[in-house]
């Protein structure tokens, strides 16, 4: 693993220079000295990697010419200046260097003001240009989407909307953007629309926050889970097991070829006598499906290593268009050995609540945004989740709450038959005004057979954690958007205690 890392990072490596077939260079036999690219990088470049100038020792030993590699600094981000609860104030009197794309440019008479986002944040930098500005001759130039390198100093904003701005003293395009063929204007753009543009769908509001919480929220994860001392195991994507037994799967396969137009004939298909195809002659020489679960490899690791977790991309292959049926999501499965249901609603708690909790901490602007375009009430109602106690009860109380509740359901409440949302809802809302609930102990028909059978013989040790007032659909839906796939993160707790 660790070669294949390196090899990739090595594909990154300037290229050998290509010569003219006219050049006199041409009939030489051998490329040109590495140094020949290092020599010519742009001085943009360099500000972020500090060549060293003296030859490392065994090249200075063997007299072969090259220079060290230099240091790897972070860049300064717009988040990084603006982040902060005095939003830039800070900063004001210092010099930096924005580098980012328009969102807009309003010219006046003699001041120019240019509004550069570089994704960081969902903030931008509001940049101050003048005709003295070195650059300013490219003003025409600067236009909604282009990608620029402004450097100035920061100051107070005389405006209402940002503490802070840039006083530019210098401005150049790096990237043109032809502003009568950009898509993406100031405009409130659909998602109908964006997606028939969607490489450009990531410098919009809407889901460059959703990029954000999502990066957010999978860090969370591991740094949740790490500090609890469990070992992430990265479970295979291709697999030749049906982890959940309903046979809802994705095929993988070399059988189809895609060379001839229109693809594959079924004449071409090879096939056994009796009619089936042969998959003795496919890539794996057997059947195999992208996974529905890490699941079974989650076991066998935590069977040797105690407490480990899966975090990886899953699929479904159901064909529901539902924002309850998702064809990709990334699912979370932790397995913990020597353990029981008890300990699993308690990590289910635990890692519900911090998750949550680290996500309204360190997205603040994004969470605000949700909360006043995309779901109204969002951030009060997950506080509720990191404020509030968890409180579990059994199947069978829940169904004798929901009987006793004289409340007129729309679908029948009887033991033996799975609750519905409207039954989840009634429990979590009105039964325990707002609190999260899990309901444990379901009957072992209506659950997956790998459930461990409690000792009634009737029940298994499941639970399901229901968040009141908490609707995840529209950020599926976002998420959705996001990737032209379904993205939502699922917390599976595992089941190793029957082990």
């Known amino acids: 693993m660790a070669a294949a890392a390196a090899a990739r990072i090595l594909r990154l490596a300037p290229r050998r220079i290509q010569v003219p077939k006219t050049s006199p260079l041409a009939a030489l ?47 300064l981000r717009v988040a990084d200046v603006k982040g902060g609860e005095d939003e830039g104030a800070a900063w004001v009197g210092k010099e930096l260097a924005v580098r980012g794309w328009v969102r807009t440019c309003r010219a006046q008479r003699t001041i120019t003001f240019v509004e550069v986002n570089d994704g960081s944040c969902l903030s931008n930098m509001q940049c101050v240009l003048t005709p003295e500005t070195e650059g300013y001759d490219q003003i025409d130039s600067v236009t909604t989407g282009a990608s620029v390198l402004v450097e100035g100093v920061v100051a107070s904003s005389q405006g209402g909307k940002q503490k802070v701005e840039l006083k530019v003293s210098k401005i150049t395009v790096i990237g043109k953007s032809d502003p009568t063929s950009f898509p993406i204007q100031k405009k409130r753009a659909s998602r109908e629309f964006l997606r028939t543009v969607a490489h450009l769908r990531p410098r919009t509001n809407t889901f460059g926050a959703v990029a954000r919480v999502r990066n957010t929220l999978a860090y969370a994860t591991h740094k949740f889970f790490q500090d609890n001392g469990f070992v992430w195991v990265s479970s295979p994507i291709i697999t030749a097991s049906d982890c959940e037994g309903a046979g809802e799967q994705f095929y993988v396969t ?55 977790y899966t975090f990886g991309p899953t699929f479904r292959a159901e064909n529901s268009n539902t924002s309850r049926h998702l064809a990709e999501f990334w699912m979370i499965e932790p397995e913990l050995a020597f353990a029981d249901l008890n300990d699993d609603m308690a ?15 360190n997205c603040k602007e994004d969470m605000d945004f949700f909360n006043t375009w995309i779901e109204k009430g969002i951030i ?32 029948p409440v009887k033991w033996g038959l799975d609750l519905q949302s409207e039954h989840e809802r009634y429990i979590t809302e009105v039964a325990f005004g707002g609190r999260p609930v899990i309901i444990r102990d379901y009957p072992k028909e209506i659950k997956a057979f790998y459930m461990r059978e409690n000792d009634d013989g009737k029940t298994v040790a499941a639970m399901d954690l229901l968040v009141p007032r908490v609707s995840t659909y529209k950020l599926v839906n976002l998420l959705e958007e996001a990737r032209g796939k379904s993205v939502l993160i699922t917390l599976k707790p595992g089941w190793t205690s029957k082990i």
Not at 385 to 394: D, P, Q, T, Y
Request: proline share 5%; net charge neutral; hydrophobic share 40%.
């Open 29 to 75: 036999s051998f490329p040109l000295p590495r140094t020949a690219p290092i020599a010519a990088a742009s001085g943009r470049r360099q500000r972020f990697c500090a060549v060293a100038q003296a030859p490392a020792p065994a090249a200075a030993a063997t007299g072969a010419a090259g220079e060290a590699v230099g240091e790897f600094r972070k860049r």
């Open 347 to 361: 990590c289910a708690t635990a890692y519900l609540q911090y998750v949550v909790k680290y996500i309204l901490e």
């Open 380 to 411: 009060d109602r997950l506080n509720d989740v990191v404020e509030k106690n968890f409180v579990h009860l059994s199947y069978t109380d829940a169904v004798e709450l929901l009987l006793g509740s004289k409340k007129e359901f729309e679908f």
């Open 254 to 308: 070399t059988l189809l070829s895609n060379s001839a137009d229109g693809g594959s004939l079924l004449k071409d298909i090879p096939a056994t006598k009796d009619g089936r195809v042969d998959w003795s002659q496919d890539f794996f020489c057997k059947p195999a499906f992208l996974t529905v679960s890490g699941q079974l490899n989650g076991e066998t690791y935590a069977s040797a290593l105690s407490d480990i």
